[in-house]
């Protein structure tokens, strides 16, 4: 039998709070064979990103401490003298973490990044060094390699920056390689080539992975075993596959649950709740059908046509405009009562400039938006005022949306005092039945934002949206930095909100499988433009333009039976800036089916 790459055993590690010691890693054991993918999931809080940290070595002794073996080639790494270890990290070892940007330093050009570690582990001169990071860089897919090591890391994208890392976690041919998130941040076609990027480098470079992550469609694309965790203790342990197929511990099963299968919708005709996983027994309670909310016959809450929004580019002594940043081209669409439209795109497309023009937090350049049949482009302030008592909009980042210095019974009141919608007796009250309305107690009104979970926060941000009855909710990548099982939760209260109070939604999200979930109809946004729009079965069962399809065969397919090796590409969204004087070009469409038009290639 072959010995492991990585052994950990009974590893526990406590950060000190106050004069105690709290337990955040417990006891937890696994261990990666070689050229084997471990993923270690878990939500946020439950130690896996700490694991991680603690094989490392990265926590700091000062207030940390770390317990157990980890045994690596034959030492066990929390013995080894501090020069020994930073030896093996970077050189044996090589990390990737979450954000690409906070792992570049933002004022050293790419190769001197690259050349510096090939320098001080592998002692190769400039010269030598250079050819190697070229080389490198060819390896993760990185157009003209070599004309881009002069170049810093604002210049790259997202995807591109993460490349980087990962070629610096390779550079000295390490044995084993630690991801950690290290596609959370990414687009959903990104995400893809990143994970096509990290197992066709594994089988050429013959590692061992451990893949740290909290997404279960991720696990099922990458992993050969599995270890969950759950608050710091690791829950289950298994192959990949047993897990996906029989998991045993109710929270696997509640995390499995959690995660939205895209093709599950098939045949049903409207969005879809979560089920709901009892964390003690693992009883699943069974998915209430959502009521018919959409009110066909009546006017449209929200009417955009030919949208248009673009920022100036200036430059010169004088400020001359040199170009324009085209965030939204030629959109339109309208929305009607208790009816969710979803806009999809990768970061860049355009989808949340359309939801800020829409409410006017961002300024339209062209076109018409009526929200209840009163023009948003043209009404004063007064009026403005008036009309967004009918339209609110739901942030992605829940703790930017908040004061931190307000309790949040005071946050979600302010608007209802603005709007003298009732007395200050009345408030209290108000607030109240507003807390209880998206599951939290009216006790908590008291509270900061700082003592609430991610979770919880986001339901107060929905309080306040409801605070002034409106008919519109413009929903940000409202659930985007939610893990799963809250984001589960999140989006069953927006369905039951819906479904009570006839909402609409405007729903501007990355994620396709969340979206196929929640939607009556999609638009799909592509360089400021809607490529492709209607009813979401149409959109998801017989997408018609290209880049549809590839967002589509882009997302993660949770069950490890169907993995596939999938080639996406290298290509990245194109910038939307162009010289002063472009003219758009003018679009045609074509309808495929009653509602679903797709932009025909020029």
């Known amino acids: 039998m072959t010995d492991p790459v990585l052994r950990v055993d009974n590893l526990t590690t406590s950060f000190r709070v106050g004069q105690d010691w709290l337990n955040v890693v417990n006891k937890v054991s696994f261990e990666i064979g070689p050229r084997e993918t471990v993923a270690v999931v878990g939500e946020s809080g439950s130690g896996k990103s700490v694991t991680a940290l603690s094989i490392m070595r990265l926590l700091s002794p000062a207030n940390s401490r770390t317990s157990g073996t980890i045994m690596f080639e034959g030492q066990n790494l929390l013995e080894l003298p501090p020069k020994a270890m930073q030896a093996l990290r970077g050189n044996r070892i090589g990390m990737i973490f979450q954000e690409p940007m906070t792992s570049l330093n933002p004022v050293l050009r790419i190769g001197r990044q690259i050349t510096e570690v090939l320098q001080q582990h592998r002692g190769l001169s400039h010269g030598a060094a250079e050819a190697e990071a ?75 992975v451990l893949f740290i992550t909290h997404d279960m469609g991720v696990v099922a694309e990458i992993s050969d075993r599995t270890v969950v965790m759950y608050r710091g203790e690791a829950v289950e342990t298994g192959t990949t596959q047993a897990i996906f197929s029989s998991a045993s511990h109710p929270y696997t099963r509640a995390l499995l649950s959690a995660v939205p299968q895209l093709g599950s919708m098939t045949g049903l005709p409207r969005p879809l709740r979560f089920p709901v996983v009892d964390l003690q027994t693992g009883a699943i309670a069974p998915v209430p059908a959502t009521a018919d909310t959409v009110k066909s016959e009546t006017r449209p809450v929200l009417e955009v046509g030919n949208l248009v929004t673009r920022f100036d580019l200036k430059a010169g002594f004088f400020g001359r405009v040199s170009g324009r940043v085209h965030a939204v081209e030629n959109v339109s669409f309208d929305l009607r009562q208790g009816e969710t439209l979803s806009l999809v795109g990768e970061s860049g497309c355009g989808k949340s400039t359309t939801g800020r023009s829409i409410i006017r937090l961002a300024q339209a350049s062209g076109g018409a938006i009526r929200i209840d049949g009163r023009d ?24 930017e949306s908040l004061n931190p210095r307000i309790r949040i019974g005071a946050a979600i009141a302010e608007p209802i005092i603005a709007h003298g919608l009732g007395t200050a007796r009345d408030v209290d009250a ?17 509270r900061f934002p700082h003592e609430f979970s991610g979770g919880q926060r986001q339901r107060v941000c929905i309080a306040r949206a409801l605070a002034l009855e409106p008919k519109l909710i413009v929903a940000d990548e409202a659930v985007s930095a939610l893990d799963v099982s809250v984001k589960a939760q999140v989006i069953n209260l927006m369905l039951d909100l819906q479904e009570r109070y006839g909402l609409a939604y405007l729903f501007i999200s990355h994620d396709m499988a969340v979206v196929e979930r929640v939607s009556h109809r999609v638009a799909v946004m592509y360089l400021g433009e809607i490529v492709e729009i209607g009813p979401r079965a149409c959109v998801f069962e017989n997408p018609q333009h290209a880049y549809t399809k590839r967002l589509i065969a882009a997302v993660p397919i949770a069950d490890p039976t169907r993995r596939q090796l999938r080639r996406i590409g290298n290509d990245e969204i194109r910038s939307p800036v162009r010289p002063a004087n472009y003219v758009p070009p003018q679009r045609s469409y074509r309808e495929v089916a009653p509602g679903h038009f797709y932009q025909l290639p020029q």
Request: glycine residues 6%.
């Open 430 to 446: 108000r607030v109240a039945d507003l807390l209880e309305r998206v599951g939290l107690s009216s006790g908590m009104a008291d």
């Open 376 to 399: 948003v482009r043209g009404a004063g302030r007064t009026e403005l005022a008036e009309i967004r008592r009918h339209a609110q909009m739901i942030f992605q980042d829940p703790f």
């Open 134 to 208: 070229v080389r490198l860089l060819d390896k993760v897919r990185i157009p003209s390699a070599k004309s881009r090591l002069s170049e810093y890391p604002l210049s790259f994208s997202g995807g591109m920056r993460q490349r980087v890392v990962i070629a610096i976690a390779l550079a000295c041919e390490p044995k084993l390689l630690i991801a950690d998130e290290p596609t959370t941040a990414l687009d959903v076609t990104i995400q893809a080539q990143i994970l096509e990027l990290i197992k066709a480098l594994q089988e050429e470079e013959g590692m061992s």
